[in-house]
């Protein structure tokens, strides 16, 4: 049994806040529109 580990598995992961924070906002302002255009509708719907 080897224990030996490649370099690429002892790199720190480096936080990029700032490009994960831009990636939420461009996939959650179209996702929270798609949920309220499908609320309104369903409430159009049975109401």
């Known amino acids: 049994m080897s224990n030996a580990r490649t ?3 002892q790199t720190p992961v ?3 806040t700032g490009r994960l924070t ?3 906002v461009l ?3 179209p ?3 798609g949920i309220f ?3 309104t509708q ?3 719907l049975f109401g």
């Open 22 to 24: 831009l990636a939420w």
């Open 14 to 16: 480096k936080k990029s």
């Open 42 to 44: 369903v409430a159009a």
């Open 7 to 9: 370099p690429e598995a």
């Open 31 to 33: 996702l929270a529109f």
């Open 37 to 39: 255009q499908t609320l």
């Open 27 to 29: 996939v959650g302002i």
